[in-house]
Nanobody, 127 residues
């Protein structure tokens, strides 16, 4: 069992930056693919970014590419999401997720592939 705790959300203005963190309760380094998802009010939860077990591969939703950066520090069992040039459309609850298993891809976009989820952290971007 892995527990994930997100932090770093808040209220910012358009154009500002935030860094989200996701701390895992146990070692995730070489075992888990990690991802970030978000859910805006009245919308389905959607993929944001993912990072491979070793950190060498990353994947981003088109809507955040070139603005967001996912990274991981396996020594600290922590995954980060650096969010720059934030827009009001980025307002959502952001969730961290971990996936363990055998996959044909090094990163994952599908929610059902993830086994563990955090409780989420709110990000609100004002115009």
């Amino acid at each position: 069992q892995v527990q994930l705790v997100e932090s770093g959300g808040g209220l910012v203005q358009a154009g500002d930056s935030l860094r989200l963190s996701c701390a895992a309760s146990r070692r995730t380094g070489s075992n888990y693919v990690m991802g970030w998802f978000r859910q805006a009010p009245g919308k389905e939860r959607e993929f944001v970014a993912a990072i491979s077990r070793g950190g060498g591969d990353t994947d981003y939703a088109d809507s955040v590419k070139d603005r967001f950066t996912i990274s991981r520090d396996n020594a600290k069992n922590t995954v980060y999401l650096q969010m720059n040039s934030l827009k009001p459309g980025d307002t959502a609850v952001y969730y961290c997720a971990a996936a363990i298993g055998l996959f044909t891809r090094t990163t994952l976009r599908v929610e059902d592939d993830y086994n563990y989820w955090g409780q989420g952290t709110q990000v609100t971007v004002s115009a």
